[in-house]
């Protein structure tokens, strides 16, 4: 699967990376917050934590819980965290030494994903690998160039 430029339509699940990204940049903002508006925005509980952790304060921390507030939660059960230990031996076995280190939040993050059947945006060059390995489509959030 190639990774595309993301153009604020359909069901994805958001990597940190992205929500990191729109918070510099008006026009990828305007489109993630569009599509929490219309319900097409889901998070799991690795990106929760990093988002949880970036926030500079109290009102930060509200900020991120009143946001993912009624959006679609994506679990990371037992089966994803095997389909995460999977992934990490495949990219073992298929590469050089070290091969399997992806954060493991991304890992987590395209898997499940793959699991919900939802794209990745995201705003990180290692995805376009785990898309490949993994059959999901990733999403650039903006111009990986910006």
């Given at each position: 699967?190639?990774?595309e430029?993301?153009?604020g339509?359909?069901a994805?699940?958001?990597?940190t990376?992205?929500?990191?990204?729109a918070r510099?940049?008006?026009?990828?903002?305007?489109?993630?917050?569009?599509?929490?508006?219309?319900?097409?925005?889901?998070?799991?509980?690795?990106?929760?934590?990093?988002?949880t952790?970036?926030?500079?304060?109290?009102?930060?921390?509200?900020?991120?819980?009143?946001?993912?507030?009624?959006?679609r939660?994506?679990?990371v059960?037992?089966?994803?965290?095997?389909?995460?230990?999977?992934?990490?031996?495949?990219?073992?076995?298929?590469?050089?030494?070290?091969?399997?280190?992806?954060?493991?939040?991304d890992?987590?993050?395209?898997?499940?994903?793959?699991?919900a059947?939802?794209?990745?945006?995201?705003?990180?060059?290692?995805?376009?690998?785990?898309?490949?390995?993994?059959?999901?489509?990733?999403?650039?959030?903006?111009?990986?160039?910006?």
């Amino acid at each position: 699967m190639s990774a595309e430029l993301w153009d604020g339509r359909g069901a994805v699940l958001v990597d940190t990376s992205a929500w990191m990204l729109a918070r510099r940049f008006p026009e990828a903002r305007e489109r993630l917050f569009a599509a929490v508006e219309r319900g097409d925005v889901a998070w799991c509980w690795p990106v929760r934590y990093e988002l949880t952790y970036e926030a500079p304060s109290a009102e930060g921390i509200a900020g991120v819980d009143g946001t993912l507030e009624g959006l679609r939660e994506i679990g990371v059960d037992s089966a994803v965290q095997r389909s995460v230990l999977s992934a990490m031996r495949e990219l073992a076995e298929g590469g050089s030494h070290g091969a399997h280190r992806f954060p493991l939040t991304d890992l987590t993050v395209a898997v499940a994903a793959q699991a919900a059947g939802l794209d990745v945006l995201h705003y990180a060059r290692h995805f376009s690998r785990l898309g490949d390995l993994l059959g999901v489509r990733m999403l650039w959030i903006a111009d990986p160039s910006v």
